[in-house]
Antibody, heavy 122, light 115 residues
Framework: EVQLVQSGAEVKKPGESLKISCKGS????????IGWVRQMPGKGLEWMGI????????RYSPSFQGQVTISADKSISTAYLQWSSLKASDTAMYYC???????????????WGQGTMVTVSS | QAVLTQPASLSASPGASASLTCTLR?????????IYWYQQKPGSPPQYLLR?????????GSGVPSRFSGSKDASANAGILLISGLQSEDEADYYC?????????FGTGTKVTVL
């Protein structure tokens, strides 16, 4: 079964660092892109960025550039999203997603992780 | 102005058809984009429904019923998700998405209520 399994919920204080993970299985991890999507409580979906684990090519949404770091370790089929200094406004559900390069560019987010809830509160 | 605008809510009766629109910002031509649609039920991650650019360039997500289909209204510069034969299980939030300037952009989302 093709799946993305994310790390568990986190509760952190403002200013703390955090790294959450997304492990792919059931497919060739290095042949697909892994992206991250934020959903703040009661709000819509926001694309944060994407990485190609095959060569670590990484692209960020302008809204998130410099705010987070996306990385991947292809040896263990895992992608990461990390913050160096969390803010209360980072409180949200974070989903990892899979996509692939099609003829006209990147395609659908066909597989979604179950989500990681990050709560930042003093 | 958002890149992709969706009506906040839509209500319809079981068995009816529901047409969800995704309007592209002025200056962004719907004809040049593949539009992707996702369904999100409460407490669950979104699921991919389908992709539509034209009748010759479309894709149904794995296991997605054929009563979900895509189209476009060029005059309104909008993508459309049509749900035929609405069922109570279709009650969910629906998001459109495009790839614009090498970035993924989601629509504002539509909450569908089945009365």
């Amino acid at each position: 079964e093709v799946q993305l399994v994310q790390s568990g919920a986190e509760v952190k204080k403002p200013g703390e660092s955090l790294k959450i993970s997304c492990k792919g299985s059931g497919y060739s991890f290095t042949s697909y892109w892994i992206g991250w999507v934020r959903q703040m409580p009661g709000k819509g979906l926001e694309w944060m960025g994407i990485i190609y684990p095959g060569d670590s090519d990484t692209r960020y949404s302008p809204s998130f550039q410099g705010q987070v770091t996306i990385s991947a370790d292809k040896s263990i089929s895992t992608a990461y999203l990390q913050w160096s200094s969390l803010k209360a406004s980072d409180t949200a559900m974070y989903y990892c997603v899979r996509t692939e390069w099609e003829l006209l560019g990147l395609g659908a987010f066909d597989i979604w992780g179950q989500g990681t809830m990050v709560t930042v509160s003093s | 102005q958002a890149v992709l605008t969706q009506p906040a809510s839509l209500s319809a009766s079981p068995g009816a058809s529901a047409s969800l629109t995704c309007t592209l910002r002025s200056g962004i031509n719907v004809g040049t984009y593949r539009i992707y649609w996702y369904q999100q039920k409460p407490g669950s991650p979104p699921q991919y429904l389908l992709r539509y650019k034209s009748d010759s360039d479309k894709q149904q997500g794995s296991g997605v019923p054929s009563r979900f289909s895509g189209s476009k209204d060029a005059s309104a510069n909008a993508g459309i998700l049509l749900i035929s034969g609405l069922q109570s299980e279709d009650e969910a939030d629906y998001y459109c998405m495009i790839w614009h300037s090498s970035a993924s952009v989601f629509g504002t989302g539509t909450k569908v209520t089945v009365l």
